[in-house]
């Protein structure tokens, strides 16, 4: 049996209301369900939650009114929050269901907008996703390594219950493994073999190993691996486990490519290894604690398990230098982040932590032998789209309009009739690119979906930023990320992105200002003047910072303007508040990877590379990616056309792109290949409501909206 309600917001005085009706199962038990709030589009009025649930032949939709444990209804005021949702059904629920609905949600200071078309009975899980404060349902990796006894099963609750906090990275299912020092906990989202088979920590000679990822190149591996090991799976995630068996793990991290991060435990050895892909593009803390060592894909889980943790102030400074919390450091003194291409030991017997750089890019400009790079370079890029396209799931591509998710589009759409595109546009028409991406979905026929990112529909996604990165994050771009990626996961469980193109083929517009400047540098007293002046606030603060930009800063105080950044004497009043030393330096992660012996284009490319691709646009990508159940991979970041580009001269490269223009000349129409570079940033300069404020920076009004507690 099977009953109708009607969903309906009350939008006060402005009227209104859902009028889609959704069937309801009448038997099913709410705790066990997964509930996403309805909220009405005027500042996120909640009035009932819509039901998301498994059913033979499609997914069940069910629209009730909220209720709470005990199963009394419950009324919520305007300002109240959705409370923590219920799990995935792993079995069938009774009653009817139809997979033809049409459901409709807005944006308010808290909700986030769902559009729902007809349910794909193949692709149940890509409409299956949970709400709570932002979060939604990827692989997540959590576990702890103590010289001491855990204490297991009395903390096992503790353990789960921090793992668990990832259960948005992974929904398919949860696992975890341990002995008496050893908890290795893992939650999964399938991409790759979806049996059970496939499930983790897997386990053979006395190694656990659990992972995040994916590893492109398996098969091959595999092949190797195939007269010494017996394989159970086809996952990829069993080529890591027999691989560190047959050739340890400095010959593991050697042969794989792909994006990853995971954990392998020896029991025989007593040792944990960690390791994280060579660009970055998969996320991985740790926290070292009196003889413990704690993992996780995200800082929540840690912050979940080893309470309390204290804050690292000078991290809060560099975020107003960056614009993000600079890899090693995260919001707490006792957590790091591992950073790209490096691997972690940790030794259960006597507590040692050893840190290592397995890969380091290698940016000498060699000299061609063989001319013109474009046909090498085309076919380093084909490959990488070809391998990152292996999918038991369904696959799909984000679109941009730009040459560099074109490119990639093109390429797939040599191999694959009809590919799935998603864009994302803006209610301002002249910042949007739309027009563009529809056209490159039509020339490659495309199936395209696309929407619109409403300025209203922002502010309120801003207050998820908290939670969707642990930490302060100022690169706003994410906003329409998350959406696209929420309109992607309605279809698929995989994408492929164009991120990385502008760092691998120099394209940010950045790099043709910095060298324009040269070193033009204002006096002492100049500086000292325009910080005065900055520190009045409001238009006289823009005002003195627009003057420093265009005449008076030059190396890496001017290249920190141009991304956005704090400068120096900008700082003055957080340095005192937070009790930063005098002598700290507030550029210290761009001069460790800043080579003046390298020439100004490829200095500034090799910069990029190492700050902020990994720390603002991978983490960007992986993290409103994730909190749709959904996985992002990126082609242009496979090692080989990373080091092929890497080593050609600053000249081949071109202007605008140029190499890449002329790789992607046969596949793309010229008023793709033609066009400036545009970005996917916010139209900032037309909203300017509450975070969008242009008379602060965006890294102030950030802290001020979502960490108010230290601004005062």
């Known amino acids: 049996m099977a009953r109708v309600h009607a969903i309906r917001a009350s939008l006060g005085s402005a009227g209104g209301r ?15 369900r997964l509930e996403v709030p309805v909220w009405c589009r005027i500042r996120g009025c909640l009035r009932s939650y819509l039901h998301l649930h498994r059913r033979d032949g499609g997914v069940g939709f069910h629209a009730a009114v909220l209720t709470g ?19 995935m059904l792993r079995r069938p629920v009774a009653g009817t269901h139809s997979p033809d609905v049409l459901c409709r949600g807005g944006v308010g200071d808290g909700g986030i907008v769902l559009r ?61 493994w341990f002995d008496a020092h050893v908890y290795v906990g893992h939650t999964r989202l399938s991409i790759l073999d979806l049996s059970t088979s496939g499930a983790q920590p897997m386990l053979a000679g006395g190694v656990a190993m659990a992972a995040n990822g994916e590893i492109y190149n398996f098969r091959q591996l595999r092949d190797e691996l195939a007269s010494d090991c017996r394989f159970v799976s086809g996952s990829d995630s069993e080529v890591l486990l027999h691989g560190y068996r047959v050739w340890g793990i400095d010959g593991l991290v050697a042969r794989i490519e792909g994006m990853y991060a995971f954990v392998i435990y020896d029991s025989k050895a007593g040792r944990v290894h960690l390791v994280r892909d060579r660009v970055g593009i998969k996320p ?46 995260s919001l707490y003194r006792q957590v790091r982040k591992l950073e790209p291409g490096c691997l972690l030991s940790f030794d259960c017997r006597s507590g040692r932590l050893d840190r290592s750089r397995y890969w380091t890019l290698r940016a000498a400009e060699l000299e061609l032998d063989n001319g013109d790079p474009t046909a090498r370079i085309r076919a380093l890029l084909e490959e990488s789209v070809r391998s990152q396209q292996v999918s038991d799931a369904p696959l799909g591509f984000f679109l941009s309009g730009g040459i560099d998710s074109s490119t990639v589009v093109g390429m797939a759409a040599a191999d694959h009739s009809n590919p799935h595109t998603f864009s994302i ?17 039509k020339h490659a026929n495309t199936r ?72 033009v540098a204002g006096s002492g007293w100049v500086l000292g003047a325009t ?19 265009y005449l008076f800063l030059s190396g890496l105080p001017y290249y920190t303007r141009l991304l956005g950044g704090m400068i120096a004497n900008e700082k003055t009043d957080y340095r005192e508040r937070w009790e930063v030393p005098d002598d700290y330096d507030d550029y210290w992660y761009f001069r460790q990877h800043y080579h003046t012996a390298l020439p100004l284009p490829k200095r500034l490319q090799v910069l990029d590379f ?36 890497f080593a050609l001269p600053a000249s081949s490269l071109g202007r605008d792109k140029r190499l890449l223009q002329e790789v992607a000349r046969p596949l793309l129409p010229p008023a793709i290949l033609d066009r400036r570079k545009q970005g996917f940033g916010v139209p900032a300069a037309v909203w300017n409501d509450g975070v969008f404020d242009r008379t602060r920076t965006r890294q102030e009004n950030l802290l001020a909206h979502l960490y108010p507690e230290f601004m005062t």
């Open 18 to 32: 859902f009028r889609k009706r959704v069937p309801a199962c009448v038997h099913c038990d709410w705790r066990a």
């Open 69 to 87: 444990v005990d199963g009394a209804r419950r009324r919520r005021s305007h300002a109240a929050q959705p409370r923590r949702s219920g799990r």
């Open 116 to 176: 729902v078309g007809r349910a794909d009975p193949g692709d149940v899980h890509s409409l299956c996703f949970e709400v709570d404060g932002g979060r939604a349902l990827m692989c997540g990796l959590f576990g702890v390594a103590s010289v001491a006894p855990l204490e297991i099963p009395a903390t096992l609750s503790a353990l789960r219950a921090a793992r668990d906090t990832l259960i948005h990275r992974g929904p398919d299912s949860q696992g975890d």
């Open 284 to 329: 991985l803390y740790y926290a070292h604690l009196d003889g413990t060592l704690v993992w996780a894909s995200e800082l929540k889980a840690i912050e979940a398990y080893a309470e309390p943790l204290d804050v690292d102030y000078t991290a809060l400074y560099d975020f107003l230098t960056y614009r993000y919390i600079p890899a090693p450091k």
């Open 425 to 441: 546009g803006f209610d301002v028409p002249e910042h949007s690119e739309l027009h563009y991406a529809s056209l490159v979905a």
């Open 448 to 519: 395209h979906s696309s929407a619109t990112l409403h300025e209203t529909d922002a502010v309120g996604l801003v207050a998820f930023m908290r939670k969707w990165f642990d930490e302060p994050y100022a690169d706003t771009s994410a906003l329409p990320t998350f959406l696209v990626s929420r309109l992607a996961s309605q279809a698929v469980k995989v994408v492929l992105t164009g991120d990385g193109g502008d760092e691998l083929f120099a394209g940010y517009d950045w790099y043709a200002a910095h060298a324009k400047r040269g070193q």
């Open 531 to 549: 910080g005065r002046l900055k520190r009045r606030g409001g238009m006289v603060r823009r005002a003195a910072r627009g003057l420093e930009r």
């Open 610 to 645: 190492h700050t902020y691709l990994p720390d603002d646009v991978l983490t960007k990508v992986d993290r409103v990616s994730m909190a749709n159940s959904l996985e992002a991979r990126v082609p242009f970041l496979a090692t080989p056309l990373i080091e092929a580009l």
